[in-house]
């Protein structure tokens, strides 16, 4: 999977991408991904990526003719190296609410173009012509496009199959198929006793049947006391 970011602030995606998940799949070669510095795609000579609102109103917003100039670059590379056509996805407050099966989506396109938001918004124009896909993390203020990005692209690519090594897997996540999109339970590690505090027996005594059966009891209860929203609605990793 080929992956390309446009952004103002290409080093904010070292740290993220430099280490975990992400880091071993570009190792692995699973997934390749480039960051572009929207700046480079602007004509004038103070390389000017924004301008105020028509109609006045605070802040400033981003120029249709350099974002739109990137993605037409981007894609020309995509389509010189024979990759499938790229969806194209805004980072935006505006955009549909990322969630499991969202990124489960986007992990199965070839080739991505995420673009990343700054100011108090990008012209709807170029929205309309070159963007697909408007995505917001959730309904929180950030400062801007590249978080969300980071978020996901890390939930994405430990949907690549091969992306997740031993140590942990994906069928075991809290919002994957093995729990129903419910929540994980409690866990433990040693040792058996800490602080006065005690280990759950049956977690010590090697019953299996009665440990799967605790589990689900763990689960189900957790998900009622803190995400009831989870218990009505179909698995959304899954339909
Ligand atoms: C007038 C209100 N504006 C600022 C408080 C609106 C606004 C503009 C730009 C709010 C946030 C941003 C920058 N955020 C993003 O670009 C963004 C985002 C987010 O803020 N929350 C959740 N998901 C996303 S994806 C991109």
């Known amino acids: 999977m080929r992956i390309r970011i446009i952004t103002l602030f290409p080093e904010m995606f070292d740290g993220p991408f430099g280490a975990s998940i992400v ?4 190792r692995d070669g ?3 991904i480039t960051t572009h510095q929207l700046r480079d795609y602007a004509k004038d000579k103070h390389r000017t990526v924004d301008d105020t609102p028509y109609g006045g109103g605070a802040g400033m917003v981003m120029k249709p003719d350099t ?3 990137a993605v037409d670059d981007l894609k020309q590379q ?3 190296s024979g990759e499938p056509d790229p969806r194209v996805i805004l980072m935006s407050p505006q955009g549909r609410r990322l969630d499991q099966r969202v990124a489960g989506e986007f992990s199965t396109h070839g080739s991505l173009i995420i673009v990343c938001g700054r100011y108090e918004g990008v012209d709807e124009r170029f929205i309309e012509a070159c963007v697909d896909e408007e995505i917001s993390i959730g309904d929180y203020v950030i400062s801007g496009g590249e978080p969300a990005a980071i978020v996901l692209v890390d939930a994405l690519t ?3 199959p ?3 090594g031993s140590q942990d897997s994906a069928p075991s996540d809290s919002f994957a198929t093995g729990l129903d999109g419910k929540l994980q339970g409690p866990v433990y590690t040693r040792p058996p006793e800490w602080d ?4 759950p027996e049956i977690l010590l005594s090697g019953d299996h049947a009665r440990l799967e059966k605790w589990r689900k009891e763990q ?3 957790r998900t009622g006391e803190r995400r009831p929203d989870l218990l009505n609605q179909q698995n959304e990793y899954e339909d």
């Open 196 to 199: 006065g505090r005690e280990v």
């Open 78 to 80: 995509a389509a010189n």
């Open 158 to 160: 430990r949907l690549i």
């Open 23 to 26: 880091s071993r799949a570009t």
């Open 67 to 69: 974002l739109g100039d």
């Open 30 to 32: 699973l997934v390749e």
């Open 162 to 164: 091969g992306a997740l």
């Open 219 to 221: 689960s189900d209860a």
